[in-house]
């Protein structure tokens, strides 16, 4: 019995050491085996950060001062530019618009003006039938106000404000064209005068102190005022006073002398 069991106490003994033995060994293979990649050694790891440490030091610094640079490029041939833009170029675009546009409005003005003088130089130049202000002024390019009717009408004359009996003269040399009536106008007087120029004078009594084919002298009395017609009663006692050149009718004002 006694020797029976220290042969299984022996066996199993013999088991753990194999096992242990063979566990051992495994694991030496293990640490033994071969890498597929070389270690670094120490000098290469220290290159390998002294590297990475350069890149990230150097060029970084390098690319802003570049930025910088431009910049300051830029900003020197911006500034060289301006120095030479003359100054009216500088000015905002909104003022260069607005002075080109009254430029313009001058141009425009002067060359009206030019013309005007041109039309009339060496043309007759007229005066005022009478003596009075206005109540009724020429407007052929759009509607004014008409008292007397109530709504806006365009106006190829212009009413002289005057008393009942006032007397009326010619504007300039001419010959008497016409004397007629109309319910509208009134008695009306019409004469003729150089190149084409011709003056009108309405709302005159009937007892006119010319007649048809008269030579009249500039200021010479023609009629007399009379009472309004119905037409035009809203502007009291006037005279209706218009120049045309060539048929055309023509703002009176701008062909008076003073």
């Avoid at 060994?25 to 000098?43: D, Y």
């Avoid at 084409?196 to 102190?209: I, R």
């Avoid at 005279?239 to 050149?245: E, G, R």
Wanted: net charge negative.
């Amino acid at each position: 019995m006694n020797k029976n069991y220290y042969r299984i106490l022996w066996g199993c003994l013999a088991v753990v050491v194999i096992a242990g033995g063979i566990y051992y060994f495994a694991g030496r293979n293990r640490n033994t085996e071969p890498s597929t990649t070389p270690p670094q050694t120490t000098e290469q790891a220290r290159h390998q950060t002294q590297t990475a440490h350069q890149v990230i030091v150097n060029n970084t610094p390098a690319l802003e001062e570049a930025v910088a640079q431009r910049e300051a490029e830029i900003l020197e041939e911006v500034q060289q530019q301006a120095a030479v833009v003359p100054e009216q170029q500088q000015k905002p675009l909104e003022t260069a618009e607005v002075e080109k546009k009254q430029n313009t409005e001058e141009n425009v003005t002067q060359q009206q003006n030019t013309e005007q003088a041109s039309i009339f130089e060496n043309e007759p130049l007229f005066a005022m039938p009478l003596a009075g202000n206005i109540v009724m002024d020429y407007s052929a390019d759009h509607a004014i106000y008409d008292a007397t009717l109530d709504q806006y009408r365009t106006n190829d004359h212009i009413s002289i404000g005057a008393k009942k009996g006032e007397a009326v003269k010619a504007s300039e040399d001419g010959t008497v064209e016409s004397i007629k009536t109309d319910d509208e106008r009134g008695i009306t007087v019409v004469i003729n005068h150089d190149n084409g120029w011709q003056t009108t004078y309405s709302q005159l009594q009937e007892d006119v102190v010319v007649k048809e084919g008269d030579k009249v002298k500039k200021g010479q009395e023609i009629g007399f005022v009379a009472e309004p017609t119905k037409y035009s009663v809203a502007l009291g006692e006037h005279v209706d006073f218009s120049i045309a050149k060539d048929g055309i009718k023509v703002d009176p004002k701008s062909n008076v002398s003073e």
